[in-house]
């Protein structure tokens, strides 16, 4: 198949082999991988409690996501850069890891939530902005952007365990 | 001498200590034996270890973009740590639960583990200076006319702990790679 001679060939770079073989490389990303995912976690965490009306409500929402999200986003493309780099060193181990793929999919829909909610709720942000209680998507959006993150975590290191588990 | 004969020398050092002896005897406990004989124990203790860290160091993150004027801008100080500080200290209560957990399953990967003495140690500095650097942040800020600009050893001394708490996820990662 063509994916699969893409993922040996991710493997076989010079990137690849390097993170693959070099003592240092791969503890040191997973690392990083660790230090910017949970800036992702956390600051998404403090907009979804605001969202929940759990925590900063006497914030403005608008506030609490100008404060937050460019620190998530800086945080998301630091997971990505690393996670990518950690992913070419083993690029067929991880594609059929079942706990991999779903926190794949656990991310698309982590994305599409936050989505959802930045291109319908937020339309009328100007009138609950100061409000302790949003409207209900805004809380449905929180509380299931806590759950996906929350296993996007326990998925992620579930895949550290689980490598060399499954075979083709 | 290279890095890794320190980290040699320095296990080497460790199994010669009565921490060996400790360390097989917490493996001989049944919660021990629980958490050995159970798949999922030790990367859900891990999960909740990476949580607690997000909450945690999030939490002084916030704190310290507050003290640079880049967030937070419409609370005080006073009410900047009133809201994320509780999170940083609940967090560490949490990691220190979690982490407890993870060197009962594995005492002596954990305990004869020059990564992890070198985490501990980082682990005590932090504290200690985090909560001389709170109480001195809040206590100047208060007693500033408003509105407060930190000075630059204030500055230097937010990014010198966001600092150290990396070198302690560091220490963290690389004791799954110390050969014990």
Not at chain 1, 3 to 29: D, H, I, M, Q, Y
Not at chain 1, 155 to 163: K, M
Not at chain 2, 55 to 68: G, K, Q
Request: net charge positive.
């Amino acid at each position: 198949m063509i994916l699969e001679s893409l993922w040996r060939s991710l493997e076989t770079s010079a990137v690849g082999e390097f993170v693959a073989t070099n003592s240092w490389a791969f503890p040191t990303l997973e690392t990083l991988h660790v230090i910017f995912l949970v800036t992702v976690v956390g600051t998404v965490a403090i907009m979804d409690l605001r969202l929940l009306g759990l925590a900063s409500n006497q914030t403005a929402v608008t506030e609490m996501s100008r404060d937050t999200l460019p620190w998530t986003w800086v945080g998301f493309v630091g997971a990505a850069i690393t996670g990518g780099l950690l992913f070419v060193s083993k690029s067929t181990t991880y594609v059929i890891n079942p706990y991999f793929q779903i926190k794949m999919i656990l991310l698309v829909l982590a994305g599409l939530n936050m989505a959802i909610f930045h291109v319908f709720t937020w339309r009328t942000v100007s009138t609950w902005d100061s409000e302790t209680a949003v409207p209900l998507g805004g809380k449905i959006a929180g509380l299931l952007s806590l759950i996906f993150w929350v296993l996007v975590v326990f998925f992620g290191r579930a895949i550290g365990f689980t490598l060399g588990m499954f075979y083709v | 001498m290279s890095l890794s004969d320190l980290l040699y020398n320095f296990t080497e050092w460790l199994r010669g200590t009565w921490l060996t002896e400790f360390a097989l005897s917490i493996s001989d406990t049944s919660l021990s034996f629980w958490i050995v004989t159970n798949f999922w124990s030790i990367p859900i203790f891990q999960t909740i270890h990476i949580l607690s860290i997000a909450a945690a160091f999030s939490a002084t993150f916030m704190f310290s973009l507050r003290i640079f004027g880049i967030a937070g801008g419409s609370r005080t100080i006073a009410q900047n740590s009133r809201r994320y500080l509780p999170w940083a200290w609940w967090g560490l209560l949490f990691l220190a639960i979690s982490g407890i957990l993870m060197i009962i399953g594995e005492p002596v990967r954990e305990l004869i583990n020059p990564w992890f003495w070198i985490k501990m140690v980082a682990i005590v500095v932090l504290i200690v200076l985090s909560i001389w650097f709170q109480t001195r942040t809040i206590r100047s800020a208060a007693a500033a006319p408003s509105p407060w600009v930190a000075s630059s050893a204030v500055k230097g001394g937010a990014i010198a702990l966001l600092i150290l708490w990396c070198f302690v996820i560091y220490c963290g990662r690389f004791i799954a790679y110390a050969p014990v």
